[in-house]
């Protein structure tokens, strides 16, 4: 099987920055697109930013010039730097991935635990 462990939420002043991480392991033959979507309380899931495994990335209009993903393929992370944080990013970020397990012909999506992003006014 495969796990997505999360880390680096936390709270922080408005304008401040943090550095979310989150680190695939288990069964993995391959990894494409990797990503980070946030939920906040009340709101569906919505996409923050994904990056393929080609390096092409993807941002949400609400966090372009703000926000940068990045991944390390070796290390199967991908990481997500987030500067200027306003109140309205707080929410729980969740790490998302498709991965080819080894041993199998297709890819299917896998999701972490989520890590809370607080940021206050």
């Known amino acids: 099987q495969v796990q997505l462990v999360e880390s680096g939420g936390g709270l922080v002043q408005a304008g401040g920055s943090l550095r979310l991480s989150c680190t695939a392991s288990?069964?993995?033959?391959?990894?494409?697109?990797m990503g980070w979507y946030r939920q906040a309380p009340g709101k569906q899931r919505d996409l923050v930013a994904t990056?393929?495994?080609?390096?092409?990335?993807n941002y949400a209009d609400s966090v372009k010039g703000r926000f940068t993903i990045s991944r390390d393929n070796v290390k199967n992370t991908v990481y997500l730097q987030m500067n200027f944080l306003k109140p309205e990013d707080t929410a729980v970020y969740y790490c998302?991935?498709?991965?080819?397990?080894?041993?199998?012909?297709?890819?299917?999506?896998?999701w972490g635990q989520g890590t809370q992003v607080t940021v206050s006014s």
């Open positions: 288990g069964s993995i033959f391959s990894i494409n697109r």
């Open positions: 990056s393929s495994s080609g390096g092409s990335t």
């Open positions: 998302n991935a498709d991965i080819r397990n080894t041993g199998s012909y297709t890819s299917r999506s896998y």
